[in-house]
């Protein structure tokens, strides 16, 4: 019996161009770590949305809200895309990977930059 492979789907393909539309308008206003959050959002939503090209329309339906979430926030003033919802985004982002059972595309916290001090460190000065 002939199985034809096939390749990314239409939908694929606009989803994958939503997040990458929406994350090159985001580059213009963000910087420091809400940048580098939307940049690991976006990389975890490629990747869903590739794994789940062939996969069932609900796993498929999950990941679509997740990018429709990220892409068509609500703002109710400015232009700068406020820090909170980004998290928020990142928050329904796990809770897909979760789901579909891809803790590796978890998006992870921004690592803080200044030192952790243990047990009887103290800051110099």
């Known amino acids: 019996m002939f199985v034809e492979e096939r390749g990314p789907t ?7 161009r939503k997040v990458e539309s929406h994350l090159a308008a985001l580059r213009t206003s963000l ?3 809400e940048l580098e959050l939307a940049e690991r959002l976006a990389g975890s939503l490629r990747e869903l949305v590739a794994s789940t090209a062939q996969s069932s329309a609900a796993d498929r339906g999950q990941v679509r809200v997740a990018v429709h979430y990220f892409v068509l926030r609500r703002e109710s003033r400015g ?3 406020p ?3 980004l998290r928020v985004a990142q928050r329904v982002v796990d809770k897909v990977a979760r789901q579909l059972g891809r803790p590796d595309l978890l998006v992870e916290p921004a690592r803080e930059l200044t030192p952790v001090l243990t047990g009887g460190d103290a800051p110099a000065g």
């Open 79 to 81: 232009t700068l895309l």
């Open 83 to 85: 820090v909170r919802s």
């Open 31 to 33: 910087r420091g770590p």
């Open 10 to 16: 239409p939908g694929t393909d606009v989803l994958i």
